[in-house]
């Protein structure tokens, strides 16, 4: 059972365009939400995360949306660059009890320039 | 600043041969993961550690082995590859205390199994 689901396995977007990932989660216990950038060749490294005491963090052009309620939370890249090329992860995971990190499917954003 | 080092970068193999892959992390963590990243599948567990001594089955365990050396070092064992093994294998560590728990990979191991 796939405890996080990610969308859209794949996303093209103009340069200076917004992109939009979107992930839902299942296990209400979740309460710290990354997202992991992956560039080709390299490991995922921790790009921004939220924890669902707030509803909206922004760092730069990077912004998660959380949606308690809703069990959603998604990530807004503000005017996109070429450099933002990657695959984004989303993941959820438990401060205390079940810590390890449960992964969504991943999103390959292209960026045209 | 290493972070987390896996070896080696890439290695083939034939069907039916074992191979050990190393991680160590200076981070001074006590949970460390294996992960194997395949396309379209995402990152799945296949053992994790919480600490020293101690390792458990993650999503995708058959075919593998773990052992947790020490407190930095984390190895992951195929003891028969199977071409089906062939994969991009990712260490990672974390901190288990604290409000933080961000997840700290290695550059992967891309293994094909022929």
């Known amino acids: 059972q796939q405890q996080v689901k990610q969308s859209p396995q794949s996303l093209i977007v103009q340069k200076g365009g917004i992109s939009i990932i979107n992930c839902a989660y299942e296990?209400?216990?979740?309460?710290?939400f990354p997202w992991y950038q992956q560039f080709p060749g390299k490991g995922p490294a921790l790009l921004i995360a939220i924890r669902p005491d707030v509803s909206e963090k922004k760092e730069g052009r990077f912004t998660i949306s959380f949606n308690k309620s809703a069990k959603q939370f998604s990530l807004h890249i503000m005017d996109s660059q070429p450099g933002d090329s990657a695959t984004y992860f989303c993941a959820a995971s438990m401060t205390g009890g079940s810590y390890i990190p449960t992964f969504g499917r991943g999103t390959s954003l292209i960026v045209h320039p | 600043n290493a972070g987390v080092t896996q070896t080696p970068k890439f290695q083939v193999l034939k069907t039916g041969q074992s191979m050990t892959l190393q991680c160590a992390q200076d981070m001074n963590h006590n949970s460390m993961y294996w992960y194997r990243q395949d396309p379209g599948m995402g990152l799945r567990l296949i053992y994790y550690s919480a600490s020293e001594g101690t390792t458990d089955k993650g999503e995708v365990p058959n075919g593998y082995n773990v052992s947790r050396l020490n407190k930095r070092e984390f190895s992951l064992r195929l003891e028969s590859a199977a071409p089906s093994q062939t994969s991009v294998y990712f260490c990672?560590?974390?901190?288990?205390?604290?409000?933080?728990?961000?997840?700290?990979f290695g550059q992967g191991t891309r293994l094909t199994v022929v």
């Open positions: 990672a560590s974390s901190a288990q205390q604290g409000s933080n728990t961000e997840a700290f």
């Open positions: 296990n209400t216990a979740f309460d710290y």
